[in-house]
């Protein structure tokens, strides 16, 4: 994930912002490294695109809700970098 947003150097206790596009659609969210011992980096966003998210993939967001192991399957997201729609208008 670090690689693919481009946070390698962020920092604990820091975090960036990024931007998920769904065609015309934005969704904000950031990027943080947690300040623990061994750092984790965490992805947020907002509860829009968690319900864009648990629209399209109903059986993981419930899921998620309950537990933190696996149903079994992946989930699949396919993620590109690149500029955001432009407008026609």
Request: zero cysteines.
């Given at each position: 994930m670090r690689e693919f947003f481009a946070?390698?150097?962020l920092q604990p206790g820091h975090k960036r912002s990024i931007v998920f596009w769904l065609g015309e659609e934005r969704f904000d969210a950031f990027i943080?490294?947690?300040?623990?011992?061994?750092?984790r980096t965490r992805m947020i966003w907002?509860?829009?695109?968690?319900?864009?998210?648990?629209?399209?993939?109903p059986e993981w967001l419930e899921f998620f809700r309950?537990?933190?192991?696996?149903p079994g399957r992946h989930l699949r997201c396919?993620?590109?970098?690149?500029?955001?729609p432009t407008s026609t208008v």
């Open positions: 946070v390698g150097d943080e490294k947690t300040n623990h011992l061994t750092p907002k509860a829009d695109f968690t319900a864009v998210l648990g629209k399209a993939y309950k537990s933190r192991g696996s396919f993620l590109r970098s690149g500029r955001p």
